[in-house]
């Protein structure tokens, strides 16, 4: 098992799309450029990637009503099957003074390439609350965009079920 923690590339508030949360793997420079072009975040200033030695992790939290949300990726777990992400996500706490003003929270990482599995597996970006969003890479060596479906794991609880009704 090892545990990195990633390099954060860029974070904020304001991306460019505002629309559903997307948590995704980008393991090259061509699906780099059509992510940037369909986000329309292509014109910003970005730092050089050395995809020989990279891949990029993505977190956009989706459009927000005000300011006072955050979204961070913080450790990265890595077995010989499975890539675990740990999501942050911070929201105004009730009472909290904050912009009103639409926000898209967001953050971009890099993590060393050599350090995931190779072959087919699986990639987790989990959340405190429980949420998950997966994808299956079958080849990280391919110039390819991973996006995560979410999932949802029910924490553990008593399950009540019904009795049959007693004869009478």
């Given at each position: 098992?090892?545990?990195?923690?990633?390099?954060?590339?860029?974070?904020?508030?304001?991306?460019?799309?505002?629309?559903?949360?997307?948590?995704?793997?980008?393991?090259?420079?061509?699906?780099?450029?059509?992510?940037?072009?369909?986000?329309?975040?292509?014109?910003?200033s970005w730092p050089?990637?050395?995809?020989?030695?990279?891949?990029?992790?993505?977190?956009?939290?989706?459009?927000?009503?005000?300011?006072?949300?955050?979204?961070?990726?913080?450790?990265?777990?890595?077995?010989?099957?499975?890539?675990?992400?740990?999501?942050?996500?911070?929201?105004?706490?009730?009472?909290?003074?904050?912009?009103?003003?639409?926000?898209?929270?967001?953050?971009?990482?890099?993590?060393?390439?050599?350090?995931?599995?190779?072959?087919?597996?699986?990639?987790?970006?989990?959340?405190?609350?429980?949420q998950k969003w997966?994808?299956?890479?079958?080849?990280?060596?391919?110039?390819?965009?991973?996006?995560?479906?979410?999932?949802?794991?029910?924490?553990?609880?008593?399950?009540?079920?019904?009795?049959?009704?007693?004869?009478?």
């Open positions: 098992m090892v545990k990195i923690e990633p390099k954060v590339l860029r974070a904020g508030d304001q991306w460019p799309t505002r629309g559903e949360p997307l948590f995704a793997l980008i393991t090259g420079p061509h699906a780099w450029e059509r992510f940037l072009k369909e986000q329309h975040a292509h014109t910003w050089d990637i050395n995809w020989e030695q990279e891949v990029l992790l993505v977190a956009l939290m989706g459009a927000k009503r005000t300011g006072g949300y955050r979204i961070a990726l913080r450790q990265v777990v890595i077995t010989d099957h499975q890539v675990t992400v740990q999501v942050e996500e911070r929201s105004p706490q009730p009472g909290e003074m904050v912009i009103q003003v639409l926000t898209s929270p967001f953050q971009i990482v890099a993590i060393p390439r050599d350090v995931l599995p190779t072959g087919t597996f699986t990639l987790v970006f989990s959340g405190k609350k429980g997966e994808v299956t890479v079958e080849n990280a060596t391919e110039d390819a965009m991973y996006t995560a479906q979410p999932t949802f794991i029910q924490p553990a609880k008593e399950r009540y079920t019904p009795s049959a009704p007693a004869d009478r």
